[in-house]
């Protein structure tokens, strides 16, 4: 039986297991998806204490400061089951017993729901715009979203793409500042702007993209690439299988101590309804080491 199982090998697991780790607990940290979220960090500019840094080497850095420290254990694999107790099935059959559960399961990127964006997902439709520009060398491609995702995807794909269109829905971006500057100075991207998309087309790949308002006289983008970005849902359906509670939002709903509202079940991250739903490094770092310091007080018999 671990002091607590973390499942989530993002930002917000791996700092909830450095400092599970420094209280001394008994700690797992569980998942099958290498680094989250940040994985897919081109540059990150807003981690305190480094200027500038890719997101994977940011990952790697959290995981080997984790894994430190001789009571953390990393478990490869993907949790199928989670019951009171707490008991977790993994996928291969295998069960891992703790104390207690902190939920870090972060958010599965939103996918539209047009014609198209299944049958070419892979085939020029992708959902990692920093990911996947590279694979797009001086060919042209649209970027969907308004907020930070869609708008630092336009601005890393226009360092290799030929053009990029970035397609919002509104007039107005939601991204930082810092990122809407870096899109207005690249020449090779175009607004189009108070439109939605409505259907992926191609044959084999991607050959355009059909839009809801004409752009220069046309109702399609012709682009080699689809990159959609409009946003994330949190993964929640762990922690449903327990029955915590969920936000108006769809997060779980946490109080100022990262719990949720089953007894000795913690939740940290993009997951989570904390830090008024900002899903950044700095928050979720923040909401993992709570989590584990009410863990700490949790086990102590605390609440
Ligand atoms: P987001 O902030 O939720 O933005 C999603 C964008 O997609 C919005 O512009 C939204 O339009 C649009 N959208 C949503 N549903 C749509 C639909 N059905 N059709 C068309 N457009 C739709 O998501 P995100 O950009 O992935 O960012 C998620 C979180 O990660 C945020 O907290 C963000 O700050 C953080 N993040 C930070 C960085 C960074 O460098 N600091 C980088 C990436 C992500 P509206 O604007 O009209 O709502």
């Known amino acids: 039986m ?10 917000a697991g791996y700092t909830a297991a450095i400092y599970s780790a420094r209280y001394k607990l008994d700690t797992v940290i569980i998942g099958d998806v290498e680094g ?46 989670v019951e009171e107790g707490f008991k977790l ?21 939103r996918h539209l729901g047009i014609p198209g964006e299944e049958e070419f997902s892979g085939k020029g439709v992708t959902y990692c715009a920093t ?28 360092q290799v793409a030929k053009k990029v269109y970035l397609v919002h829905r509104r007039d107005e971006f939601r991204a930082e500042p810092f990122w809407i500057d870096k899109v207005n100075e690249k020449d090779n991207i ?35 690439g689809v990159f959609i970005e409009v946003g994330s849902i949190p993964a929640v359906d762990l922690p449903q299988q327990l029955g915590c509670e969920l936000d108006d939002r769809g997060h779980l709903r946490v109080d100022e101590g990262m719990r949720t509202s089953v007894n000795g079940a913690f939740a940290a991250g993009d997951v989570s309804s904390g830090s008024n739903h900002f899903a950044q490094f700095a928050t979720a770092a923040g909401e993992g080491s709570i989590a584990a310091n009410s863990v700490f007080s949790y086990i102590q018999g605390g609440n």
Not at 194 to 220: R, W, Y
Request: contains cysteine; aromatic residues 6%.
């Open 36 to 81: 989250g979220m940040g994985m897919s960090a081109a540059e990150v500019g807003n981690w305190p204490g480094e200027i500038e840094i890719k997101g994977p080497d940011l990952m790697q850095k959290y995981k080997d400061h984790a894994l430190s420290f001789d009571n953390v254990e990393l478990v490869s694999g993907r949790v199928e089951k």
């Open 131 to 158: 990911c996947d520009a590279f694979f797009y060398r001086d060919k042209t491609v649209a970027v969907l979203g308004g907020g930070d995702s869609a708008v630092e995807g336009a601005a890393i794909a226009a």
């Open 190 to 224: 175009e607004f189009v702007l108070n439109t939605n998309a409505v259907e992926v087309l191609g044959e084999q790949k991607v050959t355009g993209l059909k839009i809801d308002t004409p752009h220069n006289g046309s109702d399609t983008l012709e682009v080699d």
């Open 89 to 109: 099935t993994m996928q291969n059959g295998d069960v891992i017993e703790a104390k207690t559960v902190v939920f870090a399961t972060g958010s599965n990127k």
């Open 2 to 11: 671990k002091d607590v199982a973390i499942i989530g090998l993002g930002c």
